[in-house]
C-alpha cells in the first residue's frame, strides 16, 4: 500500500510552484490576467473611448506638459477589459506578467503622452 | 522575446527559499508572520489570501506564516475598502503590532475604493490611514500578485537593522 502511494508521489513530482526563483518558468503556464498596461502611444486622443469605458475612472485624460495625455492608474483598475476591447489603436494591453506589485504608489500611474501620426 | 509579448518577465534570482531566509534573518529572525485584516471586502481578496497556504503556492517554504495576533506579526495584509465601522479597528491593529512592521494593501479596495469609491461609508484608501510598504493591485490580485507584493515589501526594509 505504502509503496504504491510512493510511486505515485514520485512519479508526479514537485507540485508546489517554484515561484519567486523561476518566475519566467511558472507564469507562462497560466491565460489569466491581472490589470492591463499601456503598450503604445495613443495616436487620438479626442476619441477618450477607453475614458468613457472606464466603469472606475482609471483611465482619465490629461494635460502633461501642455499636451494631452492618457493617464491610467491600476490602483482602480477592475480589469474588466473594456479598454482592450474598445480602443481601435489597442493602446491597452494584457501584460505577460501577472503578478504586479509596486512599492511605492506613484509607480501604480502610467501616463502615454498622445503623438500624431505624421510624428 | 517576441514583440507581440507585453510586459517583459524576467527571472529574478535574488530571492529563492534559502535566499529569502537568509534575507530574512538580518531583520525579522528567519520568518515573517502576517496577520491579514478585512476591513471591508466582498471576499475575493481573501480567496486569493486562502490560497496562498495551499500545498500549490506553499508560502510557509519562503518563511512566511499566518498568525491569528498582530502581536505576533511582522506584516499587515489589508484586503477591501475601508469603512467607517472598521477605521479604528485597522488603527487598533497597527497600534499593537511590534516594530518594525510592514503594511501591504492588497486589491483595488484597499489601493484606491475602485467600485466603492464612490460610497459614504467608504473611509478613503489604505494609504491615507497607515503608510504602505507594498502596493498589489488586481481585482482580485492572483497568489504570485501577493507573493511578490510581499518580495517588495521584505525587500523595502533591506539595510534597516533592529536596535
Aim: charged letters at 25%; aromatic letters at 6%; proline letters at 6%.
Amino acid at each position: 500500500m505504502w509503496a504504491k502511494w510512493l510511486l505515485a508521489g514520485l512519479a508526479s513530482g514537485r507540485v508546489t510552484t517554484t515561484y519567486p526563483r523561476h518566475r519566467e518558468r511558472e507564469l507562462p503556464k497560466y491565460r489569466v490576467h491581472s490589470v492591463p498596461v499601456m503598450n503604445r502611444p495613443c495616436s487620438d486622443f479626442g476619441c477618450a473611448e477607453c475614458a468613457e469605458a472606464c466603469p472606475t475612472d482609471a483611465i482619465t485624460i490629461v494635460q502633461e506638459r501642455g499636451r494631452d495625455a492618457v493617464r491610467l492608474d491600476v490602483a482602480a483598475c477592475i480589469a474588466c477589459g473594456r479598454c482592450v476591447d474598445r480602443c481601435p489603436d489597442g493602446v491597452f494591453a494584457w501584460p505577460e506578467a501577472i503578478d504586479r506589485a509596486e512599492a511605492s504608489r506613484e509607480r501604480l500611474i502610467s501616463t502615454e503622452e498622445a503623438t500624431t501620426h505624421d510624428g | 522575446m517576441t514583440a507581440d509579448r507585453v510586459g517583459a518577465l524576467a527571472d529574478w534570482d535574488d530571492l529563492d527559499e534559502r535566499g529569502m531566509s537568509k534575507r530574512l534573518a538580518g531583520y525579522f529572525g528567519h520568518s515573517l508572520h502576517i496577520r491579514h485584516i478585512d476591513v471591508g471586502s466582498c471576499n475575493a481578496c481573501e480567496s486569493e489570501v486562502l490560497a496562498l497556504s495551499n500545498p500549490y503556492y506553499n508560502l510557509h517554504r519562503l518563511g512566511l506564516f499566518f498568525t491569528h495576533s498582530p502581536r505576533h506579526a511582522d506584516v499587515l495584509l489589508v484586503t477591501g475598502a475601508l469603512t467607517a465601522a472598521m477605521a479604528p479597528v485597522l488603527r487598533e491593529t497597527y497600534d499593537a503590532m511590534p516594530r518594525p512592521r510592514l503594511v501591504v494593501a492588497v486589491g483595488v479596495c484597499a489601493l484606491h475604493g475602485g467600485v466603492f469609491a464612490n460610497s459614504s461609508r467608504f473611509m478613503g484608501p489604505v494609504d491615507s490611514v497607515l503608510p504602505v510598504d507594498a502596493y498589489i493591485p488586481g481585482c482580485p490580485p492572483n497568489p504570485y500578485a501577493l507573493l511578490n507584493g510581499l518580495r517588495q515589501a521584505i525587500l523595502s526594509r533591506e539595510g534597516v537593522k533592529l536596535k
